[in-house]
């Protein structure tokens, strides 16, 4: 096994090497920068939010096997440091980072709420988000940067970052994933390996099947814009909510939709019950860019209405996959001794609940489902009711003597 990882390794690194271009940086730094390590960084996440609010936290840069450099916090509660505590992996949203976590104030916020109740949080970011560390070849503006989809996500990503927990703790992971975050973790479960770090899996507005999406917006994005004819033909490779170009091509959406823009994130995610107003603006400071091609993805399951891989046409998915079509996520590849919790809003119109349905009926093991009916998509996230509404319901789930 390890001969087999060493040989993998060497084999990596000279088909890097072999990229003229990538030489210096790949060939000579490569003993640093390969190795997950905590890291100071006086910008970081623990900095711009955490450190003010009295609770530990500690930076880490975690590598990819893909090359990203992703960015990890690790917080907790200083009256618990000498505690027996267990670990809680949280996974965000699309177009946002691990800083959607701690926007709130603590009372509020998931990862304080957890950190207040005696767990070691960990904190998870996507490779392209604000606070992580880059590629160690591609930067930002090539699109080599942006050229992946939820798959990515799926065998790098999330692996790297719960086998990192892993080796910190030694202990089962208990899992938190957002909307793509818990699709990620759905998707990521399907493996053993992966599945076997994880106790136990709570997900909130999970995104898995969009065939009932009722989103006017999405379904008109789908259907004729957002898949890759139109984005990446325009080279748009990132997908910045706040740009003009994006704006531009909202309207064009809108108008298809046949329903003016008015304000966008409702017809995108639903009417909010429960988000404090005057925090929008806050809110969307923090909101980013994410992969066309990601996006791309879900406009592909939106329209085939399967929980799959990303789509490459004919030709492509030959090579990619040996198969004239994308395969499946099978769900009922989970083990059945992973226990699921899902919180879903009557209101959201991105995790319909029916999709949500479809996912608790395929998922093998056991199935607790929290229903909001007057919540949406983000309620779960940011709104204020949330931490008496939600979250005690998920500690419960994670506390559970079963
Ligand atoms: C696991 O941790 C050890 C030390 O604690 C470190 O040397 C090793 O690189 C880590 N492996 C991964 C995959 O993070
Ligand atoms: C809404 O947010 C503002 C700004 O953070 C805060 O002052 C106010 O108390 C909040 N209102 C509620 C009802 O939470
Ligand atoms: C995040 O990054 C994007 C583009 O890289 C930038 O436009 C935006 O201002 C950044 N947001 C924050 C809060 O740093």
């Given at each position: 096994m390890v001969a087999f990882r060493n040989t993998w390794f060497a084999v990596n690194i000279l088909l890097l090497c072999l990229k003229w271009d990538t030489l210096h940086v790949i060939c000579i730094d490569l003993g640093s920068v390969q190795i997950a390590h905590p890291v100071a960084n006086p910008n970081g996440m623990c900095a711009t939010f955490v450190w003010s609010k009295g609770y530990d936290c500690a930076e880490f840069i975690v590598p990819t096997k893909d090359g990203f450099l992703l960015s990890m916090q690790r917080m907790s509660r200083p009256r618990f440091r000498h505690a027996h505590k267990e670990p809680v992996f949280l996974y965000h949203g699309i177009f946002q980072g691990g800083e959607g976590w701690l926007l709130d104030e603590p009372k509020e916020s998931l990862a304080f709420i957890l950190a207040d109740s005696g767990y070691d949080v960990w904190i998870g970011s996507t490779r392209t988000t604000n606070f992580t560390y880059g590629h160690i070849t591609?930067?930002?503006?090539?699109?080599?940067?942006?050229?992946?989809?939820?798959?990515?996500l799926v065998s790098y990503d999330l692996p790297a970052m719960l086998y990192f927990v892993n080796n910190m703790t030694r202990q089962p992971i208990y899992y938190v994933g957002y909307s793509q975050g818990a699709m990620v973790g759905f998707a990521a479960f399907t493996q053993k390996e992966i599945a076997g770090l994880v106790k136990k899996a709570a997900m909130l507005s999970p995104v898995a099947y969009l065939n009932k999406i009722p989103s006017p917006l999405i379904r008109a994005a789908a259907f004729f814009l957002v898949d890759q004819v139109d984005l990446l033909l325009l080279h748009m490779y990132e997908f910045n909510p706040s740009s003009p170009e994006v704006d531009q091509l909202s309207k064009r959406i809108?108008?298809?939709?046949g329903s003016g823009c008015g304000d966008l994130s409702t017809l995108v995610t639903g009417p909010t019950c429960c988000i404090n107003k005057s925090r929008t603006a806050y809110y969307n400071k923090y909101r980013q860019s994410t992969a066309t091609k990601n996006l791309a993805q879900l406009a592909q399951l939106l329209r085939s209405g399967k929980f799959g891989k990303y789509d490459y046409g004919f030709f492509g998915n030959l090579a990619k996959y040996w198969s004239i079509s994308p395969p499946s996520y099978d769900l009922s590849a989970i083990p059945k001794r992973l226990p699921f919790f899902l919180a879903h809003g009557g209101k959201d119109r991105v995790a319909d609940a029916e999709d949500v349905r479809h996912v608790a009926a395929k998922l093998p093991?056991?199935?607790k489902v929290l229903f909001k009916p007057k919540y949406d998509h983000e309620d779960f996230l940011h709104g204020t009711s949330s931490w008496v509404e939600v979250y005690p319901y998920l500690l419960e789930f994670f506390h559970g003597r079963k």
């Open positions: 591609y930067n930002r503006k090539q699109k080599e940067f942006w050229d992946w989809s939820c798959d990515e809108c108008g298809n939709a093991g056991e199935v």
